[in-house]
Nanobody
Framework: QVQLVESGGGLVQAGGSLRLSCTTT????????MAWYRQVPGKQRELVAV???????NYADSVKGRFTISRDNAKNTVYLQMNMLKPEDTAVYYC????????WGQGTQVTVSS
């Protein structure tokens, strides 16, 4: 079973930056794709960014140009660098891994104050 451990959330002012990390207990090369989702109360979880094992990357339109997803294969870790944060980025951010099954991290809170 794959476990995902997230870190890096917190409180930041609008315009600031945060970097989220997601470390997997599995060999990252065995995972088809890893992604970051986010969710606010009362709304559906939405995809923020995804990176595949082949290196393909996609972003939600709302974060293009501000967020960057990357991975460190040696550390089995995926990152989400978030710049120019806006109050509407406030959410719980979840790491996701697609292997034979789907796995989710425990979530990390990101709060952007105006």
């Amino acid at each position: 079973q794959v476990q995902l451990v997230e870190s890096g959330g917190g409180l930041v002012q609008a315009g600031g930056s945060l970097r989220l990390s997601c470390t997997t207990t599995a060999n990252i090369f065995s995972i088809n794709a890893m992604a970051w989702y986010r969710q606010v109360p009362g709304k559906q979880r939405e995809l923020v960014a995804v990176i595949t094992s082949g290196g393909s990357i996609n972003y939600a339109d709302s974060v293009k140009g501000r967020f960057t997803i990357s991975r460190d294969n040696a550390k089995n870790t995926v990152y989400l660098q978030m710049n120019m944060l806006k109050p509407e980025d406030t959410a719980v951010y979840y790491c996701y891994a697609d292997q034979i099954y789907s796995y989710w991290g425990q979530g990390t809170q990101v709060t952007v104050s105006s």
